[in-house]
Nanobody
Framework: QVRLVESGGGLVQVGDSLRLSCAASGRTFNAMGWFRQAPGKEREFVAS????????YYADSVKGRFTISRDNAKNTVFLEMNSLGPEDTAVYFC?????????????????????WGQGTQVTVSS
C-alpha cells in the first residue's frame, strides 16, 4: 500500500522559513512534487524533483525562495521554504509519480502524479 505522509506545516510570520517533509512508502517513484491550494483557489504546482538525477522544477512564484530536495535512502522529499509571505498561505500537498517522462516539465502538472498525501496547512501571518 502506497502512503505519502506530509509533516512540517504550521503558523509562521512573514519572512520566516519552514521545512515540509513527505515520507513515501509502498513503492519507488520516478518523481515527487509539491502542490498547494489556497482558500478559494485551484490547486497549483509548486516544485518537483526527479528521483533519479535530481532534476528540479519550480513555479515562478517560488523560484529563489523554495528548494525541493530528496533523501533517497529514506524515500523522503523536502520543501525548504524561505522568505514566506501571506501569498504562500495554503494547504500543501505532496505527490508521487510512477511514470517516467522524458520531459521533466511534465512533472509540473497534476496529471503526472498517481498518489497524493493528505496535505499540511501552512499559514503565514502578517
Amino acid at each position: 500500500q502506497v502512503r505519502l505522509v506530509e509533516s512540517g506545516g504550521g503558523l509562521v510570520q512573514v519572512g520566516d522559513s519552514l521545512r515540509l517533509s513527505c515520507a513515501a512508502s509502498g513503492r519507488t517513484f520516478n518523481a515527487m512534487g509539491w502542490f498547494r491550494q489556497a482558500p478559494g483557489k485551484e490547486r497549483e504546482f509548486v516544485a518537483s524533483i526527479r528521483w533519479s538525477g535530481g532534476n528540479t522544477y519550480y513555479a515562478d512564484s517560488v523560484k529563489g525562495r523554495f528548494t525541493i530536495s530528496r533523501d533517497n535512502a529514506k524515500n523522503t522529499v523536502f520543501l525548504e521554504m524561505n522568505s514566506l509571505g501571506p501569498e504562500d498561505t495554503a494547504v500543501y500537498f505532496c505527490a508521487a509519480a510512477r511514470v517516467y517522462y522524458s520531459r521533466g516539465s511534465s512533472y509540473t502538472t497534476e496529471r503526472a502524479y498517481d498518489y497524493w498525501g493528505q496535505g499540511t496547512q501552512v499559514t503565514v501571518s502578517s
